[in-house]
């Protein structure tokens, strides 16, 4: 028992220098897929995140996880750290913060809060977060996108609502003839060829007309005139939503494109390259990695050009055993962009890690490589 003791004293003791040295140490490279220890040395929890960059700082935004597979549900909130090299991160908190259990409120205590993102309102100044959102006890049947918003980039958020994005609203690339169609979901058997022709011709659109489309895995962006996109994961998954926003970002204004119909694509992440749109996205297997995909466009609403899976070499088939949640534009570099991704542990939720590589361009495809280590000269 006594050497058991001076065992866990000596061993605590050990782990308490090797903190103290990490937190005074400054990073000088990322390395996708280890521990990403923030300026107290401590594992970066910020999972399916995205990252605003304003006033020379960036701000990473990502979901808090906690311990244990029911980690994966919203037990804090939405976690921010900060940063103006992208490597060292401090950690700024929870920004905001889910209601107590009980209380019914839409982002109570065990609800699933993910893949918020940030945008900053030039015209009201205010920081405004969307995000995924299942109310409590409903598992993923909710699909709802959710708003909070905050007059300070750290917070605190406060949580506005949630809601099903454009009802009683047809999409942009639609056949008239398709809205009047009396088909339902369940006369074709699912995956079969007609089925898909379903799907592409509004199945689920027409079936959520009146409530809104669902949304689940989410991106925003901001285009350089200042008006903002919401891409989500919508009709069962099954086919990528871009819906603009209001010029306050706080709501849709109806106009809206459906991507890739039935192609079931999530984790969307775009970026802007000599006037040309990239989307990068995952396939749908939960929190396991599937092969990602890629596509390009001239204008957002499309049509999309599909260019494969963007990453090369080994690990490729499993995007280096991770998923898309943003692409960072790396400031005062030209044409430099992060593939920023998550290796998800839905086991023991916190432990998640992520890998961010730099994005090549080849062949006009966006090209990802595994590598061990790398730093922001990669750009140079
Ligand atoms: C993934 C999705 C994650 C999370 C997970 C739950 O497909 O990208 O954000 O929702 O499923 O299983």
Redesign the pocket.
């Known amino acids: 028992m006594k050497t058991l003791f001076s065992f866990i004293l000596i061993f605590g003791s050990a782990c308490h220098f090797v903190l103290a040295q990490s937190a005074s140490e400054k990073q000088a490279v990322i390395r996708p897929g280890e521990l990403w220890p923030d300026s107290e040395g401590v594992h970066i929890n910020a999972h399916?995140g995205g990252i605003l960059f304003y006033e020379g700082v960036y701000y990473w935004f990502g979901e808090h996880k906690t311990a244990g597979r029911m980690g994966?549900r919203a037990m804090v909130g939405v976690g921010c750290y900060s940063s103006t090299d992208l490597v060292n991160w401090k950690n700024e908190g929870v920004v905001l913060t889910v209601d107590a259990e009980g209380s019914g409120s839409d982002i109570e205590k065990g609800s699933?809060i993910?893949?918020p993102k940030v945008i900053f309102n030039e015209k009201t100044g205010k920081f405004v977060m969307w995000f995924?959102l299942e109310l409590k006890s409903q598992g993923?049947d909710a699909a709802r996108t959710a708003l909070a918003v905050s007059d300070s980039p750290t917070g605190p958020y406060v949580f506005e609502k949630s809601l099903r994005p454009n009802p009683k609203t047809w999409p942009l690339n639609f056949d008239s003839s398709w809205k009047e169609k009396t088909i339902t979901e369940h006369a074709l058997e699912s995956w079969s060829d007609e089925w898909k022709k379903e799907v592409a011709e509004g199945l689920f659109i027409r079936r959520d007309f009146e409530s809104g489309q669902m949304a689940?895995?989410m991106t925003l962006y901001v285009d350089e005139d200042g008006k903002a996109y919401h891409i989500f994961s919508s009709e069962e998954n099954l086919t990528l939503h871009i819906a603009e926003l209001t010029d306050d970002y706080l709501d849709f204004t109806g106009k809206w494109a459906v991507i890739e119909p039935a192609g079931h694509n999530?984790?969307p992440a775009v970026f802007k390259q000599d006037g040309k749109y990239y989307l990068i996205t995952?396939g749908?297997?939960?929190?396991d990695p599937n092969a990602a995909r890629s596509f390009a466009a001239d204008d957002l609403f499309g049509p999309w050009t599909a260019l494969g899976n963007p990453a090369l070499g080994e690990g490729a088939e499993l995007t280096f055993d991770s998923?898309s949640t943003f692409i960072v534009p790396v400031q005062g570099k030209k044409d430099a962009f992060i593939f920023m991704a998550d290796r998800?542990r839905?086991q023991n939720a916190i432990d998640g890690r992520y890998v961010w590589l730099p994005i090549k361009m080849k062949d006009g495809r966006p090209i990802l490589e595994w590598m061990e280590e790398w730093d922001l000269s990669y750009f140079d």
């Open positions: 399916g994966n699933v993910e893949r995924h993923y689940r895995d999530e984790a995952s749908c297997t939960g929190w998923q998800w839905p």
